[in-house]
């Protein structure tokens, strides 16, 4: 069972344009969520989080938006730019109690920016 | 960025022998966690630890067993490996929710 699921497995966009990255989760005592972003050949690298007490988080050319009603994220990227281009993992996670920092991962979503 | 080896970085072996793969940490995080990538499947957690000697299962965990003696070492062993092993594995750590990934180690079981 998925719970966190990234339907769209390749995102192409031209450079200068706006890159929207989805991802939905099923479970809803997911209260925090991240994005990551993988080069190949290296570890996963921290991109953005944000709380299920806010809708939005904002960082640089990055921005992240939460619909609890939908269950629903996005990353935004704007403008994109050809070193963009990477895979991209939406995680989530339920804080508090015996969590232990435990993360939930989607499928990943390869991003390629076209010069 | 947290100082985080992993080793080896890529490994070749024969189904049936035991491989261990070794996560090190110089940041003294509490929380360390294997992962395996897989087509399709993104990232799954294999095997966590939230101090010395304190791990539990993740949702991939049969077939591994880990151990961590030290805050720095987080060790993951294939007991006996087996061709669906053959994967990337990755190891991260954590202070809270922001958990920061090795390079990872591509292992591939022949």
């Known amino acids: 069972d998925q719970q966190v699921k990234q339907n769209s497995p390749s995102l192409s966009v031209q450079e200068g344009r706006i890159s929207i990255l989805n991802c939905d989760y099923t479970n809803s005592m997911f209260d925090y969520f991240l994005w990551y972003k993988k080069y190949p050949a290296e570890g996963p690298t921290f991109l953005i989080s944000i709380s299920s007490i806010k809708d939005k988080n904002e960082d640089g050319r990055f921005t992240v938006f939460l619909n609890k009603s939908a269950k629903h994220l996005s990353l935004h990227i704007v403008p994109s730019q050809p070193g963009d281009s990477a895979v991209y993992f939406c995680?989530?996670?339920?804080?508090?109690?015996?969590?232990?920092?435990?993360?939930?991962f989607g499928q990943g979503t390869i991003l390629t920016v076209h010069p | 960025d947290a100082g985080i080896t992993q080793s080896p970085r890529h490994k070749v072996t024969e189904t049936g022998t035991p491989v261990t793969l070794r996560c090190h940490q110089t940041?003294?995080?509490?929380?360390m966690y294997w992962y395996r990538q897989d087509p399709g499947h993104g990232l799954r957690l294999i095997h966590y630890?939230?101090?010395?000697?304190?791990?539990d299962k993740g949702e991939v965990s049969d077939g591994y067993s880990v151990s961590r003696s030290k805050t720095e070492d987080f060790l993951l062993t294939l007991e006996s490996a087996t061709s669906s092993q053959t994967s990337v594995y990755f190891c991260?750590?954590?202070?809270?929710?922001?958990?920061?990934f090795g390079p990872g180690t591509r292992l591939t079981v022949t």
């Open positions: 630890s939230y101090g010395v000697k304190d791990t």
């Open positions: 940041e003294n995080h509490r929380y």
């Open positions: 991260a750590t954590a202070i809270t929710y922001e958990q920061y």
């Open positions: 995680a989530a996670s339920a804080r508090g109690g015996t969590s232990y920092g435990k993360l939930t």
